[in-house]
């Protein structure tokens, strides 16, 4: 009967406070629409595309450089021996999944590069100088970033603005001479040679 009674207390507790219990403050909402404005977004949006082209350092092309040019050879533990052995022999295909991970990873530095090149300027409470360094590294990176696909791939497409939706989610290739003009445009607007 206790028991019984406990319930039914518990039950008539949550039915009759379950509105307030459930309404919650809201102490932050950020959004790609009010977070590009301050000097911190800022710094914070040029420091996640560093990330993307810092992760591939760390790993992956350091096999594609280092191990396939013999400056370095493959360790004896059995990571080494069954996951860099390919690159070390040149016996890799399209379909090993370092090849897919680099190409996604400098896809998203590119996407976040773009984001940054559509964004900073209009950021209404960051510092001038800020938004003009920001949009120049981006810049930079993103020429970075083609330059490291075209060479490890040849024709890769060229983007140059930010991912939309879903409408363009598999762009064509473009000529590799196409890519590297985009990448000389980019490098020279990063310099402040010409403006974008």
Request: glycine fraction near 6%; proline fraction near 2%; charged fraction near 25%.
């Amino acid at each position: 009967m206790k028991i019984k009674l406990s319930l039914l207390v518990i039950l008539g507790v949550l039915t009759f406070s379950c509105e307030d219990f459930l309404e919650e403050e809201v102490l932050a909402d950020v959004t790609s629409g009010n977070f590009y404005n301050s000097n911190k977004d800022l710094e914070q949006a040029i420091n996640a595309v560093y990330g993307n082209i810092n992760y591939q350092w760390r790993g992956n092309m350091t096999i594609y450089g280092d191990l396939m040019s013999e400056d370095i050879t493959v360790g004896f533990d059995a990571q080494d021996a069954s996951d860099r052995t390919v690159y070390d022999n040149f016996t890799f295909d399209n379909q090993n999944w370092r090849l897919d991970e680099t190409w996604d990873q400098f896809y998203k530095a590119i996407d976040d590069a773009n984001v940054v090149i559509e964004k900073a300027p209009g950021a209404s409470e960051a510092q001038e100088s800020l938004k003009l360094r920001v949009v120049a590294e981006a810049y930079f990176l993103r020429a970075y970033a083609h330059f490291t696909l075209v060479r490890l791939y040849g024709e890769v497409p060229l983007k140059t603005e930010s991912t939309q939706g879903l409408g363009n989610t598999t762009p064509e290739k473009n000529s590799i001479s196409e890519i590297y003009a985009q990448i000389v445009t980019d490098l020279q607007i990063a310099a402040g040679e010409t403006e974008s």
